[in-house]
């Protein structure tokens, strides 16, 4: 039940945003994230955004792992 | 980059199962990890790491699905007020099929109750102000993640107003559970039967937990630091795809390993130290702690949401008191009679839901239990670990 789901706001009117999730969009309640803008990253539960995605952070927790473990980026 | 695929990458996933089978290597005793989240139950059966750590990391299921915790004094609320005349029970969909003591949401809309499913609490508001004429009772049924949207819905249907919404607020918080799980005097004891002043012999020693990340994003890594600070249990709030879960339990086998305990915050992209403080101040702004009844570890201190009492005219546990009552003693009386009893009574979710049976290990479990015809919530919900074993891991397969 406390799956949630990342996905983009692609558009904003007041605190009702338009996220795009794995190829749907909905209409999703961001009242509770600090400044929403269009391009971020959110997490989405069961109709409102829970909290932003820090892409910096995703990216950092990768390469410290790839780092820790000498695997390459494979790509 | 913050899509799921680099957080699935075979090759990191294959270095980190190693990485933690050396660790374990080194410290000499396999270890045992706990999980509280329907979420990660999933994800662990899905992917296929339970399979992977077999041997040496024993990744056990908590009590992390919100609805297979739901008591059956709770379900059988629920039902009740489903069969009250005049209302209109809305919930989410994993629980319309969990029986209670005499029955389910689902046998209750055959018998001629309205019981919707929606995908938000705010669809309830929104179908209640299309029908002034019937009484809405939304199901609130969920962690942490699940509490900021039913917040959100009780402050529309108040801005709109409504007179005929409230909620059954059956909601928990975690960090009490946990407690409740760790605490020899609450009823639990992590540490096993080995540990000093006693603990069940056929419990687990549990060497860590995997916290939540959804559930954490709201109260933030700083709400556990009890189980580190206290009892000496390390834990790591961790995401949702592979690496994440694995990375995770590498950082809990070092902890182990070097006798060292904290809580680390391994869903940084997601999860902050203090959390949500928006949502975590509107579910404040509704909701007050109450001790709550938890399926597998009975009541728990503080444990619970309630509504705050100038919230009251959204409290269906007021509103429809005297529906609750007789349909409670109804239910009861009708319990005594049916054979269901006998099966539920030899369902054994509550011990699932402590760790200390593997799914398997239920013998109702793949012959009187699926999830076409489950007997107990922990094979109802998608969520459960009863469902998850027996969609993922083999379904017959004794242990």
């Known amino acids: 039940m406390c799956l949630a789901v990342p996905g983009r706001i692609v558009d904003l009117e007041g605190t009702r945003a338009t996220v795009e999730l794995g190829g749907n969009t909905l209409r999703v309640d961001v009242s509770l994230i600090e400044d929403p803008a269009v391009g971020d990253w959110v997490v989405v539960h069961a109709g409102f955004a829970l909290e932003k995605v820090d892409e910096e952070a995703a990216r950092e927790t990768l390469a410290a792992v790839r780092r820790l473990l000498e695997v390459g980026s494979g790509e | 980059m913050s899509r799921a695929g680099d957080f699935r990458d075979p090759a990191l996933v294959k270095a980190l199962v190693a990485a933690v089978r050396r660790d374990v290597e080194a410290l000499g005793r396999p270890v045992t990890l706990m999980e509280v989240c329907g979420t990660h139950t999933v994800a662990v059966s899905r992917s ?15 009590p992390g699905c919100p609805v297979c915790v739901t008591s059956e004094t709770d379900l059988d609320r629920m039902v009740a007020l489903a069969l009250a ?41 929104r179908a209640a102000a299309e029908e002034p004429e019937r009484l809405f009772v939304f199901l609130g049924v969920g962690f942490e993640t699940t509490q900021p949207g039913v917040a959100l819905a009780l402050r529309e249907a108040d801005r709109l107003g409504l007179e005929n919404f409230c909620i059954l607020s059956a909601h ?36 860590g937990f995997i916290l939540p990340g959804h559930v954490s994003a709201v109260i933030g890594r700083r709400a556990y630091d009890f189980m580190a600070d206290e009892y000496g249990l390390p834990g790591a709030v961790a995401g ?29 992209r997601v999860v902050r130290e203090e959390g949500n403080p928006r949502a975590r101040a509107i579910v404040d702004r509704f909701f007050e702690p109450c001790p709550a009844e938890w399926r597998g570890l009975g009541t728990i201190p503080a444990s619970g949401l309630k509504l705050r009492p100038e919230w009251e005219r959204f409290d269906a546990s007021v509103r429809l008191r005297a529906a609750l009552e007789d349909g409670l003693a109804r239910a009861r009386a009708r319990a005594q009679r049916t054979g269901h009893e006998r099966l539920r009574r030899a369902c054994r979710c509550g011990d699932v839901l402590r760790g200390e049976l593997l799914p398997p290990e239920c013998p109702l479990f793949g012959r009187s239990c699926t999830p076409v015809r489950p007997v107990g919530p922990c094979m109802v919900s998608t969520e459960g670990s009863c469902a998850a074993y027996y969609r993922y891991e083999g379904r017959g397969d004794r242990v």
């Not at chain 2, 296929?48 to 908590?62: A, K, Y």
């Not at chain 2, 099929?97 to 705010?122: F, H, I, K, N, Q």
């Open chain 2, 240 to 268: 949702f795809e592979p690496v994440d879960i694995l990375v995770a339990v590498r950082e809990l086998v070092r902890s182990v390993r070097a006798g060292r305990a904290r809580v680390l915050n391994l869903y940084s």
């Open chain 2, 85 to 125: 005349p005049g209302t209109v029970v809305v919930t989410f969909g994993d629980m319309v099929r969990v029986p209670g003591t005499v029955g389910t949401l689902e046998e209750a809309r055959a018998a001629g109750a309205d019981v919707r499913v929606v995908y938000s609490a705010e669809g309830a508001v």
């Open chain 2, 48 to 62: 296929g790491l339970r399979g992977l750590l077999h041997g040496f990391v024993d990744l056990r299921s908590g």
């Open chain 2, 172 to 207: 928990k918080t975690l960090p009490q559970a946990l407690r409740a799980l760790i605490e020899p005097a609450a009823g639990g004891d992590a540490r096993g039967g080995d540990a000093p002043g006693g603990g069940r012999a056929d419990r687990p020693r549990l060497d």
